[in-house]
């Protein structure tokens, strides 16, 4: 099979709300606001900002410029880097495969909800119709022992939009999704806020979430914590960032987009604070208890408390309409960069053409999602799954890949001069000090206290055994799933490998697929 040239995006603009739309799922919605409520308040922002700075921007100016400069897929960039390092690369594929099983079907709970919002379905009741009615949820987790049809067919939807724009490619399919995508959530999130704002008991909220509580930044965990909202929100750790930046341009600017993307994101996760907590006032005033009565977060806050206060105002029913899209809207932008990862990476080994590609891995994933979680123990299986390969997939996979580049490889240098050549911001010693010391001690010492708190008692009450099957196997089955990937046979079409019986290319020469000069940077 011959050599394929690489796709590439057309504008910078593409890639930037591609990294953006990945990087802006669920997660800020949910996660960021309750995080920062419980870490100090509005003094949460300031180790917020530091974590950003110190170890999120840096991380993705790394990968942006691993991707970049090998322009392939993570398994084959970390293999040019060293070849044992290869075995990280499928790792963060393992992981990315894991995370998209599940992660579709909450975006499937989120097309439900759309409906349930106009006649408000869950009646007085929220949390019994979610863990009731809607999704017939079993008394104890196990596994899999009947199917509940109202969350099989919107998955099954999710997964036909999802698999339909990667099939058409890079540049046709994931750069105009999200281009349609991006602007969309901006828009309907600024809607609700504004709504949210003119609520009774908004300024309650708003002063519940902002009200800083300096003394907490004397507290460790505090600082785990932003660390931990850093990694979990900007997609680094698990190849989103390696395979979207290899579908750059040769003349990019690294700095400048990682900047971007990185405010971006945070942007948009303060002013989902803004919209939660002013919505939270709003139900804390009505109910007449204090905001930390009504405060929540994950699941718990989208499909329980949301829908109460949707019950309790003016035209609710619009309001839980567009909140709901909006999940569906982050959460599908999110979903395609993950699907992606593992596209690549097939591609790039195989040699497959994309169709074949997307309807083979991304079909696999569908099915799998498809089995496990429309089910009556899916959400057990979804909470726990989600809490270890985040904690021991993501988390973990991040810490090794930055020591491996910056310990025992030594590419910072490297990387830096290659970021440095075509981007506006240059990067000085900060950069390699914090990949080369902060990032790593602080991912290592998130590790420690996790694996602390995971001894000490079982998460969220589950037992044991249900832990080892659903939880730790699918870490601990991710790091060696990635590891005897590294197995396979590579088709002499792989991007940038030498073509059957012809000798190695000197070194810096181009490779199949690079685009010329004259690029947009």
Request: aromatic fraction near 12%.
């Amino acid at each position: 099979m011959a050599n394929q040239p690489r796709e590439q995006w057309a504008t910078r603009t593409g890639f930037l709300l591609a990294a953006i739309g990945s990087a802006i799922g669920l997660g800020n919605i949910w996660r960021f606001p309750a995080v920062a409520y419980d870490n100090g308040g509005g003094a949460f922002l300031f180790p917020y900002l530091v974590a950003l700075l110190t170890a999120g921007i840096p991380l993705l100016i790394m990968e942006y410029a691993i991707g970049r400069r090998q322009r392939c897929s993570p398994p084959e960039a970390f293999r040019r880097l060293a070849r044992p390092a290869e075995a990280i690369g499928w790792w963060q594929v393992a992981i990315s495969f894991v995370i998209a099983t599940y992660y579709a079907v909450i975006i499937a709970w989120s097309i439900r909800y759309v409906g349930f919002s106009v006649d408000q379905s869950w009646g007085d009741d929220p949390e019994g119709f979610l863990f009731g009615t809607f999704l017939e949820a079993s008394e104890t987790p196990g596994f899999v022992s009947g199917y509940v049809t109202g969350v099989l067919w919107p998955l099954i939807a999710v997964w036909v939009v999802v698999l339909g724009i990667l099939l058409l490619g890079v540049r046709r399919g994931i750069e105009k999704a999200n281009r349609l995508f991006i602007p969309l959530l901006v828009v309907f999130f600024v809607v609700l806020v504004i709504r949210a704002l003119t609520l009774d008991g908004a300024a309650e909220g708003l002063e519940a979430f902002f009200e800083p509580d300096w003394s907490q930044l004397g507290d460790g965990g505090v600082w785990v914590a932003a660390y931990g909202q850093i990694f979990f929100s900007l997609s680094i750790g698990f190849g989103i960032m390696v395979t979207y930046a290899s579908y750059l341009r040769r003349r990019a600017d690294l700095t400048g987009s990682a900047l971007v993307a990185g405010f971006s994101n945070s942007s948009f996760e303060v002013l989902a604070g803004l919209g939660v907590f002013a919505a939270l006032g709003f139900m804390a005033r009505s109910a007449g208890v204090p905001v930390d009565e009504v405060a929540s977060a994950g699941l718990g806050l989208a499909f329980v408390v949301f829908p109460a206060i949707i019950s309790e105002m003016w035209l609710g029913g619009a309001f839980g309409v567009v909140f709901f899209l909006s999940l569906v809207i982050a959460g599908l932008s999110s979903l395609i960069s993950i699907v992606q990862v593992v596209v690549s990476a097939v591609e790039d080994r195989t040699g497959l053409r994309r169709v074949p590609a997307v309807l083979g891995v991304g079909g696999a994933i569908a099915v799998v999602s498809v089995l496990l979680f429309p089910t009556n123990e899916g959400i057990y299986l979804l909470d726990v799954a989600d809490h270890f390969i985040n904690q021991y997939g993501i988390a973990l996979a991040a810490l090794v890949s930055v020591v491996a580049v910056a310990w025992f490889m030594r590419k910072l240098p490297e990387l830096q001069r290659d970021a440095d050549a075509t981007s506006a911001v240059s990067l000085g010693h900060w950069w390699r000090i914090c990949l080369g010391v902060i990032t790593p001690v602080t991912l290592g010492w998130m590790m420690v206290d996790s694996l602390r708190t995971e001894f000490d008692h079982n998460y969220e009450g589950y037992s044991t055994g249900f832990l080892l099957a659903a939880g730790w196997s699918v870490a601990i089955g991710a790091l060696v799933v990635g590891v005897l990937l590294t197995l396979l046979p590579r088709h002499p079409s792989t991007p940038g490998g030498p073509a059957p019986g012809a000798p190695p290319s000197p070194k810096g020469a181009p490779r199949p697929g690079d685009a010329g000069h004259g690029e947009e940077s």
